[in-house]
Protein backbone atom coordinates (compact mmCIF):
# COMPACT_ATOMS: atom_id res chain seq x y z
CA UNK A 1 0.00 0.00 0.00
CA UNK A 2 0.59 3.84 0.06
CA UNK A 3 3.26 5.00 2.18
CA UNK A 4 3.45 7.92 3.74
CA UNK A 5 6.27 9.07 6.03
CA UNK A 6 6.76 11.71 8.63
CA UNK A 7 9.82 13.32 10.45
CA UNK A 8 10.74 13.97 12.78
CA UNK A 9 8.86 11.17 15.11
CA UNK A 10 10.04 13.06 18.62
CA UNK A 11 10.86 16.56 19.30
CA UNK A 12 12.17 18.37 22.12
CA UNK A 13 12.46 22.10 22.30
CA UNK A 14 12.38 25.38 24.10
CA UNK A 15 9.45 28.10 24.75
CA UNK A 16 9.62 30.54 21.73
CA UNK A 17 11.42 28.94 19.30
CA UNK A 18 9.73 27.06 16.05
CA UNK A 19 9.74 23.37 14.71
CA UNK A 20 9.09 21.59 11.18
CA UNK A 21 7.31 18.62 10.65
CA UNK A 22 7.10 17.18 7.32
CA UNK A 23 5.23 15.03 5.92
CA UNK A 24 6.02 12.97 2.96
CA UNK A 25 3.89 10.77 0.35
CA UNK A 26 6.49 7.79 -0.91
CA UNK A 27 5.14 5.97 -3.44
CA UNK A 28 2.25 8.26 -4.80
CA UNK A 29 1.28 11.71 -5.14
CA UNK A 30 -1.36 13.56 -2.84
CA UNK A 31 -2.76 16.79 -3.86
CA UNK A 32 -4.30 16.84 -0.32
CA UNK A 33 -2.72 15.78 2.89
CA UNK A 34 -4.69 16.51 6.50
CA UNK A 35 -2.89 17.65 9.76
CA UNK A 36 -4.07 16.55 13.12
CA UNK A 37 -3.45 17.08 16.62
CA UNK A 38 -4.49 14.34 19.28
CA UNK A 39 -4.68 15.19 22.74
CA UNK A 40 -3.91 12.74 25.57
CA UNK A 41 -6.95 9.94 25.72
CA UNK A 42 -9.16 12.42 23.14
CA UNK A 43 -9.71 11.72 18.84
CA UNK A 44 -7.54 12.57 16.24
CA UNK A 45 -8.70 16.60 15.67
CA UNK A 46 -8.63 17.74 12.48
CA UNK A 47 -6.61 20.92 12.36
CA UNK A 48 -6.12 21.87 8.79
CA UNK A 49 -6.07 20.40 5.04
CA UNK A 50 -2.96 21.42 3.10
CA UNK A 51 -3.54 21.65 -0.67
CA UNK A 52 -0.65 21.22 -3.21
CA UNK A 53 0.01 25.04 -4.73
CA UNK A 54 -2.69 26.58 -2.88
CA UNK A 55 -3.08 27.97 0.42
CA UNK A 56 -3.94 25.46 3.26
CA UNK A 57 -7.93 25.09 4.77
CA UNK A 58 -7.47 25.66 8.84
CA UNK A 59 -10.22 24.40 10.97
CA UNK A 60 -12.25 26.60 13.54
CA UNK A 61 -10.04 27.49 16.61
CA UNK A 62 -6.46 26.71 14.86
CA UNK A 63 -4.48 29.75 14.74
CA UNK A 64 -2.84 30.27 10.89
CA UNK A 65 0.21 32.43 12.59
CA UNK A 66 0.49 29.64 14.47
CA UNK A 67 0.60 26.21 12.54
CA UNK A 68 1.90 26.86 9.18
CA UNK A 69 1.81 25.20 6.78
CA UNK A 70 3.47 24.69 3.27
CA UNK A 71 2.54 22.04 0.24
CA UNK A 72 5.02 23.14 -2.55
CA UNK A 73 4.84 20.15 -3.62
CA UNK A 74 2.91 16.67 -4.43
CA UNK A 75 4.65 14.79 -2.16
CA UNK A 76 5.36 17.44 0.22
CA UNK A 77 3.41 19.06 3.32
CA UNK A 78 5.23 20.36 6.44
CA UNK A 79 3.66 21.95 9.16
CA UNK A 80 5.41 24.46 11.25
CA UNK A 81 4.67 25.49 15.17
CA UNK A 82 5.84 28.86 15.24
CA UNK A 83 7.05 30.45 18.72
CA UNK A 84 5.89 26.96 20.42
CA UNK A 85 4.91 27.27 24.00
CA UNK A 86 4.01 24.04 26.67
CA UNK A 87 0.37 23.93 25.34
CA UNK A 88 1.58 23.00 21.65
CA UNK A 89 2.88 19.88 23.29
CA UNK A 90 0.79 17.30 21.56
CA UNK A 91 1.08 14.21 18.80
CA UNK A 92 0.79 15.84 15.60
CA UNK A 93 -0.06 13.34 12.84
CA UNK A 94 -0.56 13.72 8.80
CA UNK A 95 -2.64 11.49 6.61
CA UNK A 96 -3.27 11.37 2.73
CA UNK A 97 -5.74 9.85 1.04
CA UNK A 98 -5.61 7.49 -2.08
CA UNK A 99 -9.12 7.19 -3.45
CA UNK A 100 -11.08 6.39 -0.18
CA UNK A 101 -7.92 4.76 1.56
CA UNK A 102 -6.59 6.86 4.14
CA UNK A 103 -2.81 6.49 5.05
CA UNK A 104 -1.23 7.99 8.39
CA UNK A 105 2.28 8.94 8.80
CA UNK A 106 3.99 7.79 11.90
CA UNK A 107 3.45 10.89 13.74
CA UNK A 108 5.55 13.26 15.70
CA UNK A 109 5.67 14.11 19.69
CA UNK A 110 6.27 17.56 20.19
CA UNK A 111 7.06 18.16 23.89
CA UNK A 112 8.20 22.40 24.19
CA UNK A 113 9.99 22.51 27.46
CA UNK B 1 -22.65 14.07 21.74
CA UNK B 2 -19.85 12.70 19.71
CA UNK B 3 -20.51 11.72 16.22
CA UNK B 4 -18.65 8.95 16.19
CA UNK B 5 -18.79 6.46 19.43
CA UNK B 6 -16.52 3.29 20.48
CA UNK B 7 -17.26 0.48 22.81
CA UNK B 8 -15.75 0.14 25.39
CA UNK B 9 -12.93 2.64 25.99
CA UNK B 10 -10.73 0.14 27.60
CA UNK B 11 -10.76 -3.79 27.25
CA UNK B 12 -8.20 -6.00 29.30
CA UNK B 13 -8.54 -10.24 27.97
CA UNK B 14 -6.54 -13.08 28.22
CA UNK B 15 -4.75 -14.60 24.97
CA UNK B 16 -6.70 -16.52 22.97
CA UNK B 17 -9.87 -14.87 23.98
CA UNK B 18 -12.19 -13.74 21.06
CA UNK B 19 -12.70 -9.73 20.92
CA UNK B 20 -15.34 -7.80 19.89
CA UNK B 21 -14.81 -3.26 19.50
CA UNK B 22 -18.21 -1.46 18.55
CA UNK B 23 -18.40 2.01 16.90
CA UNK B 24 -21.55 3.91 16.50
CA UNK B 25 -21.87 6.86 14.02
CA UNK B 26 -24.64 9.01 14.16
CA UNK B 27 -23.91 11.08 10.42
CA UNK B 28 -24.28 9.97 6.70
CA UNK B 29 -20.94 8.28 5.77
CA UNK B 30 -19.37 7.47 2.46
CA UNK B 31 -16.84 4.67 4.39
CA UNK B 32 -16.21 3.36 8.00
CA UNK B 33 -12.24 2.81 9.13
CA UNK B 34 -10.91 0.66 11.90
CA UNK B 35 -7.08 1.91 12.25
CA UNK B 36 -4.78 0.99 15.19
CA UNK B 37 -2.71 2.72 16.74
CA UNK B 38 0.30 1.25 18.97
CA UNK B 39 1.87 2.71 22.26
CA UNK B 40 4.66 4.72 19.56
CA UNK B 41 1.90 6.57 18.24
CA UNK B 42 2.11 5.52 14.84
CA UNK B 43 -1.37 4.56 13.31
CA UNK B 44 -1.57 1.94 10.55
CA UNK B 45 -5.42 1.15 8.81
CA UNK B 46 -6.67 -1.81 9.21
CA UNK B 47 -10.06 -1.77 7.35
CA UNK B 48 -11.54 0.45 4.82
CA UNK B 49 -15.59 -0.79 4.70
CA UNK B 50 -18.77 0.64 2.76
CA UNK B 51 -20.89 -2.10 3.37
CA UNK B 52 -20.91 -5.66 4.79
CA UNK B 53 -17.83 -7.37 6.10
CA UNK B 54 -14.33 -7.92 5.56
CA UNK B 55 -11.77 -10.34 6.96
CA UNK B 56 -7.99 -9.79 7.21
CA UNK B 57 -5.87 -13.02 9.17
CA UNK B 58 -7.41 -12.95 12.72
CA UNK B 59 -9.27 -9.82 12.28
CA UNK B 60 -12.57 -9.02 11.22
CA UNK B 61 -14.50 -5.81 10.32
CA UNK B 62 -18.35 -5.57 9.82
CA UNK B 63 -20.89 -2.89 9.28
CA UNK B 64 -24.44 -2.25 9.05
CA UNK B 65 -25.34 0.74 7.35
CA UNK B 66 -29.02 0.90 8.24
CA UNK B 67 -28.02 1.13 11.85
CA UNK B 68 -25.08 3.25 11.68
CA UNK B 69 -23.31 0.60 13.38
CA UNK B 70 -19.53 -1.31 13.16
CA UNK B 71 -17.95 -3.76 14.68
CA UNK B 72 -13.90 -5.30 14.50
CA UNK B 73 -13.42 -8.62 15.76
CA UNK B 74 -10.57 -10.25 16.96
CA UNK B 75 -10.17 -13.57 16.96
CA UNK B 76 -7.26 -15.95 19.22
CA UNK B 77 -6.30 -12.55 20.98
CA UNK B 78 -2.36 -12.31 20.96
CA UNK B 79 -0.88 -9.88 23.30
CA UNK B 80 1.16 -8.70 20.35
CA UNK B 81 -3.00 -7.06 19.34
CA UNK B 82 -2.33 -4.76 22.15
CA UNK B 83 -3.17 -0.94 20.96
CA UNK B 84 -5.31 1.23 20.59
CA UNK B 85 -8.25 0.73 17.98
CA UNK B 86 -9.59 3.60 16.72
CA UNK B 87 -12.61 4.02 14.48
CA UNK B 88 -12.93 6.60 11.75
CA UNK B 89 -15.66 7.78 9.33
CA UNK B 90 -15.53 9.55 5.81
CA UNK B 91 -18.40 11.70 5.69
CA UNK B 92 -20.84 11.81 3.42
CA UNK B 93 -21.11 14.96 1.24
CA UNK B 94 -19.14 16.64 3.88
CA UNK B 95 -19.10 20.89 2.28
CA UNK B 96 -15.77 21.71 4.52
CA UNK B 97 -12.30 19.43 4.31
CA UNK B 98 -13.25 17.25 1.39
CA UNK B 99 -11.60 13.60 2.49
CA UNK B 100 -11.46 14.19 6.04
CA UNK B 101 -12.34 11.69 8.81
CA UNK B 102 -14.11 12.04 11.86
CA UNK B 103 -12.81 9.95 14.85
CA UNK B 104 -14.04 8.40 17.56
CA UNK B 105 -11.89 8.46 21.02
CA UNK B 106 -10.55 4.79 20.39
CA UNK B 107 -10.89 1.42 22.57
CA UNK B 108 -7.43 0.78 24.46
CA UNK B 109 -7.30 -2.82 23.84
CA UNK B 110 -4.40 -4.88 26.43
CA UNK B 111 -4.14 -8.75 26.01
CA UNK B 112 -2.56 -10.30 28.87
CA UNK B 113 -0.66 -13.46 28.11
Known amino acids: GAVVSQHPSRVICKSGTSVKIECRSL??????MFWYRQFPKKSLMLMAT?????????EQGVEKDKFLINHASLTLSTLTVTSAHPEDSSFYIC?????????FGQGTRLTVV | KNEVEQSPQNLTAQEGEFITINCSYS?????LHWLQQHPGGGIVSLFM???GKKKHGRLIATINIQEKHSSLHITASHPRDSAVYIC???????????????FGKGTKLSVKP
Open chain 1, 95 to 103: SARVGSEAF
Open chain 1, 27 to 32: DFQATT
Open chain 1, 50 to 58: SNEGSKATY
Open chain 2, 27 to 31: VGISA
Open chain 2, 49 to 51: LSS
Open chain 2, 88 to 102: AVSIMNYGGSQGNLI
